[in-house]
């Protein structure tokens, strides 16, 4: 299906936000549209009002859609993927005492489809990396684990490959910021300290999305910044590229990982 044609959904100033949900409805199973909506504004989606249709239109004219439809086509074949939905929405922002506002770019990832959320200030390389990111999970998820929970081993090194895929597709100015959010000594501190003793931890747990999004008084975004120096450093080693990776069971992505073994 590839990137569906989002901006045609809001050409008129008084469109249907019911209708629209209803639409998105039929790929990621919600109760409800309010749900959904809910669900996509805390993950980065801006509200629907003036500013996002004038956003849309602005992603529009910059060639977004076509450019990810391309992008879709290329890693798709590249690893072997599904044909899943994207829809493309305008990113929130935050406006700060007298500065510009600042977009936070970024997507979410289902089992039918992706939702990426983005910014008509950037560019098209930053584009691409939500989507490559967020395509990055939907192969692997169903590649490995429709039939097999996901531990917080998985979760973070799920979070890795995907930055390291960008990394690989685009550049490492592209990655996320998070990427560079501790260095790699402090992240294997943290790993020892703090995640080594639950890496078996299902999301049925309530201390896994602690961890992983370093909630509470844990270190910001925890699991996902030491997932991706795990990865990292596997890579050093391996020198596996991002479809190869794509299909390696976490725990042998670990055991690559020197400074991570127990014996460490």
């Not at 409805?25 to 504004?41: A, D, Q, S, T, V």
């Not at 990113?91 to 939702?115: E, K, M, W, Y």
């Not at 395509?135 to 039939?147: D, S």
Request: hydrophobic content about 35%.
């Amino acid at each position: 299906m590839g990137v569906v044609q989002t901006y045609n959904w809001f050409e008129k100033d008084q469109f249907n936000k019911q209708e629209i949900l209803k639409k998105l409805l039929h790929y990621f199973h919600f109760p409800n549209g309010k749900e959904l909506y809910n669900h996509l504004r805390k993950n980065g989606m801006s509200e629907w009002d003036d500013d996002f249709i004038e956003r849309i239109r602005l992603l529009k004219e910059a060639g977004v859609w076509k450019e990810l439809q391309n992008e879709y086509i290329k890693i798709k074949k590249e690893w072997n993927g599904p044909e899943i939905p994207i829809f493309i929405f305008p990113c929130v922002s935050v406006r700060q005492f007298l500065r510009s506002p600042t977009f936070h770019r970024g997507g979410v990832a289902f089992d039918n489809g992706i939702c990426i959320f983005l910014s008509p200030l950037e560019g098209i390389k930053q584009h691409k990396a939500v989507l490559i990111h967020e395509y990055n999970h939907v192969v692997r998820l169903k590649r490995l684990y429709q039939h097999k929970k996901v531990t917080l081993l998985d979760a973070m090194i799920l979070e890795g490959l995907a930055e390291n895929a960008v990394n690989e597709l685009v550049g490492e100015r592209y990655q996320a910021p998070w990427t560079t959010l501790y260095s790699s000594e402090k992240c294997r501190q943290f790993y020892k300290h703090y995640l080594e003793e639950h890496l078996n931890l299902t999301n049925e747990d309530e201390l896994y999305q602690t961890l992983l999004f370093g909630l509470k008084s844990f270190p910001n975004l925890l699991g996902y910044c030491v997932g991706y120096d795990i990865v990292k450093e596997c890579v050093k080693k391996k020198n596996w590229s991002s479809n190869q990776l794509i299909s390696i069971n976490s725990q042998i992505i670990k055991d690559h990982a020197i400074s991570y073994l127990a014996n460490n």
